[in-house]
């Protein structure tokens, strides 16, 4: 069944089940592969991606769900949060490994668009369930912290 969904400000036809987790939609159909499987539950963040500039988990997402929303994912997220985010990342030199970050970085734009100055407590509530296997927690709070400073500026 051909679904429309609209990725990165692009309408996209997709020929699937509705009930396809909008990860797999993206990954497989689509070719985005900066958003990350990780548990499959919803559970790790790795799969973060903004509907309607919400951070969502698109593992337990299906595409019939998504309807008109606007899906943005770490290759199409763009503005000046999302440059100050990752300005913030290259400074504090938060990234390990990475297999986590993109999901990382699609929560802290969701925050940081919503609360231009949040507290060590906002951080830890927003980023909660973004799991890094590396434990950049400390970083990624820093590099939170720095990138709303950028903001102000």
Not at 26 to 44: I, P, S, V
Not at 91 to 97: I, K, M, P, T
Not at 114 to 124: G, Q
Not at 135 to 150: F, L
């Amino acid at each position: 069944m051909p679904i429309t969904l609209t990725i990165n400000g692009q309408p996209r036809v997709i020929d699937a089940d509705p009930d396809m987790p909008l990860l797999w939609a993206l990954r497989d159909e689509l070719d985005l592969t900066g958003t990350k499987f990780g548990c499959g539950q919803a559970l790790c963040g790795a799969c973060t991606v903004h509907m309607d500039g919400a951070a969502i988990r698109s593992c337990q997402t299906t595409i019939g769900d998504v309807g008109t929303a606007k899906i943005t994912t770490i290759e199409g997220v763009t503005g000046k949060t999302a440059e100050a985010v990752q300005a913030a990342w290259r400074a504090l030199d938060v990234v390990q490994c990475g297999y986590c970050q993109s999901g990382q970085i699609m929560s802290a734009v969701a925050l940081l668009s919503d609360n231009k100055k949040p507290s060590d407590s906002d951080i830890d509530a927003a980023m909660d369930g973004n799991v890094c296997r590396c434990a950049t927690y400390q970083r990624v709070r820093a590099a939170i912290h720095d990138a709303a400073r950028r903001l102000e500026a």
